[in-house]
């Protein structure tokens, strides 16, 4: 970890550094000592999320949640990976899209099989058994990620894959698949680990029949895509003692025994209890415990009713449920568009007023701050004629505890329609969660009625604020995707951040060639009272980039940033040059005798953005093209023109039809090998050499930054 890290860690986690991580400091195992805590990353991680405590009395509440540990340690803990293969340093936030099977940046792709796809709100999983270190898959317990493929599982066709063997400094086959299975189903949901990784679930689809699926998985050499196992099908009463591998399902089934079904809602699992929540097609809500730990049964009481039907005068499908170890309550929102507050102690249920009013109304699972007890509901029809005459996309805050009827409080990030595309899941960024009293932003891809376009939302104390509107992601209106965050205290130089988002066509990224893409931009915040070095770069509060010119100590409180690209802002003994609103879109390049001005931006022949900041004369160029500057902040003068070098130009990763959603891989220490992220393809494509189909894969940058 670089010297610039702690900058970004707050009091708060050095109050609660002896509680909440005590199992690494009281030598609990000298593994564990040694090498971290076993890390699952799924899509809950996402979903349930921790601002900084603010006493120790919550700080003692919150460290009873697992979820909060393994969000400490995915901030600040650097992962080593193998360094057989290590990446070059270069300072570079580009995306790395693989073209073959195997590059030695780490990267891969693999057939998922023709037709795969979960769906852009889908999360793949991940597991690291120790959270310090990376295990290839000659490692007893080897590191591995977990994908559904989204097809029936059959003789020739996995339902859900496994790959081991993921970094490039492994040896033998990169990846290996760990196990694969037909499952006798089609998995439209993202699958939830056991806390120490030998389990599985997740909610399959067979026939309009829903159930929840628990997998005890076994390492396989023979196990392909096309060439699945099968688990050893056990009845519950059984499932605890079968030898892996084996599964058990449960029927989703409703208060009267009737069948459902489930494609939109994901299981969560509380480790705390060995409960699990999961929605079904017709908006009963289902509870099972025990689920890993003991003989796995559902919930079925009536009093308190469980399962418990949210809505019975509107029975649509419900999203992805949240439940909140502090509150004890699980909030989920549903097809109709409602949000709903469920007691599981007494199956009481507060539904909002009506928050979406489009086609597919609530999609996204709710994005709920444990500690502050806040909740943000994402809609793509407010139902209001307040954007330009058309509904708006909106987000929603309410507080745990909200009274029924009520809609909360809200802001609009662009407009939406008739008929919207869905809006998926937004993401905060590290200075909420470093903050102890929910202040920072949260990012979203909105506007679901026209063209996919970034927001940034303010929030202050819990409270939504501004809305600043980012980029636009593409040409067409087309759906986004989930937008995911990556903090890496371990770049060189400065802490980074960045957001992941894509779209489905027409992606503005040249890399991508106007078709499906993800795309990254970085989001690092501004820190008060910190050093900073030339050339590192922050985005300010009005979603723009600010480069440092002059290297100094910032001021106690943010300056007022110029909203003018090529306009230096002092901030105590820095000078910040604003290179503008940042953006996906990549410049044209230079041209020979051209008149330039200010906020003009080109992509120079090393790939980099240079920035017009200052002109003279005619405002012409050269005749011929500069010898351009490798670094940050390095600035040219071309005739008549003065260009600063702005960094790498935007990029994007070719990505057929979009993506899934995406789960980031621990930071790693810069100078050894490419941090990962995981997706897959919503579309068919050549998946490296092993065929054409939907694509799982491992994309890569340098340190993430």
């Known amino acids: 970890m670089n010297g610039k890290a702690p900058r970004f860690i707050p009091l708060g986690v050095g109050l609660v550094g002896l509680i909440a991580l005590g199992c690494v400091l009281t030598g609990q195992a000298a593994k564990t000592a040694r090498h971290g805590i076993p890390l699952p990353t799924d899509w809950s991680h996402s979903h349930l999320i921790f601002s900084q405590p603010a006493s120790v009395e919550q700080a003692m509440r919150l460290q009873e949640d697992p979820r909060f540990e393994q969000q400490l340690y995915r901030h600040y803990q650097a992962l080593r990976l193998p360094a057989v293969a290590a990446e ?167 208060g009267s025994l009737t069948p459902t079904d489930d494609t939109t809602s994901s299981v969560f699992y509380d480790y705390g209890s060995d409960t699990a929540w999961v929605g079904d097609s017709r908006s009963w809500l289902h509870q099972f415990t025990p689920v890993f730990l003991g003989t796995p049964a559902e919930i079925r009481t009536v009093s308190p009713k469980w399962p418990v039907q949210l809505n019975s005068t509107l029975p649509l499908p419900l999203a992805t449920a949240v439940h909140d170890h502090v509150s004890g309550n699980v909030f989920v929102g549903d097809a109709g568009g409602f949000f709903y507050q469920v007691a599981p102690a007494t199956s009481v249920v507060t539904k909002s007023s009506q928050l979406d009013f489009g086609t597919t109304g609530i999609v996204a699972g709710p994005l709920v701050d444990s500690t502050a007890g806040v909740e943000y509901v994402l809609a793509a029809d407010d139902g209001s004629t307040a954007c330009a005459g058309a509904p708006c996309a909106a987000v929603y805050r309410f507080a745990s505890g909200f009274a029924a009827g009520t809609a909360g409080a809200k802001v609009t990030v662009g407009a939406g329609a008739a008929n919207p595309k869905p809006l998926y899941d937004g993401t905060v960024d590290s200075a909420y969660l470093n903050s102890n009293n929910a202040s920072g932003n949260l990012y979203v891809c909105g506007h679901t009625g026209g063209r996919p376009t970034l927001y940034q939302v303010q929030i202050t104390a819990g409270v939504l604020g501004t809305v600043i509107t980012g980029p636009v992601l593409t040409t067409a209106a087309t759906a986004c995707s989930t937008v995911t965050e990556v903090f890496n205290p371990n ?78 802002t002092n901030d105590g003994t820095i000078k910040w040059l604003d290179l503008g609103l940042e953006t996906v879109a990549t410049p044209a390049g230079w041209q020979a005798n051209h008149a330039y001005f200010l906020r003009n931006y080109i992509q120079d022949s090393n790939q980099n953005i240079e920035a017009v900041t200052n002109v003279a004369g005619d405002n012409l160029s050269g005749a011929t093209q500069p010898t351009w500057p490798t670094a940050f902040g390095q600035v040219t003068v071309d005739n008549h023109v003065t260009w600063t070098n702005a960094g790498p130009a935007p990029s994007g990763l070719a990505s057929s039809g979009g993506t899934s959603a995406v789960i980031i891989d621990n930071t790693v220490v810069s100078g050894v090998a490419g941090s990962q992220i995981y997706f897959s393809t919503q579309g068919n494509q050549a998946c490296g050499t092993s065929g054409t189909g939907g694509c799982a894969v491992q994309a890569s940058q340098s340190a993430l930054k």
């Open 88 to 254: 070059s340093d270069n300072n570079s936030s580009q995306l790395r899209f693989p073209s073959r099977r195997h590059t030695v940046q780490g990267l891969w792709e693999e057939d998922l099989g023709t037709g795969a796809s979960v769906g852009a709100g889908v999360f793949p999983a991940k597991f690291s058994f120790g959270s310090g270190v990376a295990n290839c898959g000659s490692a007893t317990a080897p590191d591995f990620v977990v994908y559904s493929t989204g097809l029936t599982g059959s003789g020739t066709q996995a339902s859900i894959v496994a790959y081991d063997n993921l970094y490039a400094g492994c040896t033998g086959t990169i990846p290996s698949v760990y196990w694969a299975y037909n499952t006798g189903g089609q998995i439209l949901t993202s699958p939830v680990f056991s806390r120490d990784g030998s389990q599985l679930a997740f909610a399959q689809t067979a026939g309009a029949l829903g159930s929840l699926v628990l997998l005890k998985w076994a390492a396989s050499t023979t196990e392909t895509v096309a060439l699945p196992g099968v688990p050893t099908s056990v009845l519950p009463a059984q499932y605890s003692a079968c030898v892996a591998p084996c599964m058990t399902t449960i029927a989703l089934e409703d």
């Open 491 to 568: 770049a060189t130089g400065q802490a980074t951040e960045y957001i992941f988002a894509s779209v489905q066509t027409k992606a503005t990224p040249t890399p991508c060639a106007g078709g499906g893409c993800i795309m990254n931009l970085k989001i690092t915040p501004w820190l008060s009272s910190t050093a900073y070095t030339l050339g590192e770069e922050i985005v300010d509060s009005h979603f723009q980039i600010q480069l440092v010119t002059k290297a100094g100590t910032s001021g106690t409180s943010a300056p007022i940033w110029t909203t003018t690209s090529g306009l230096t």
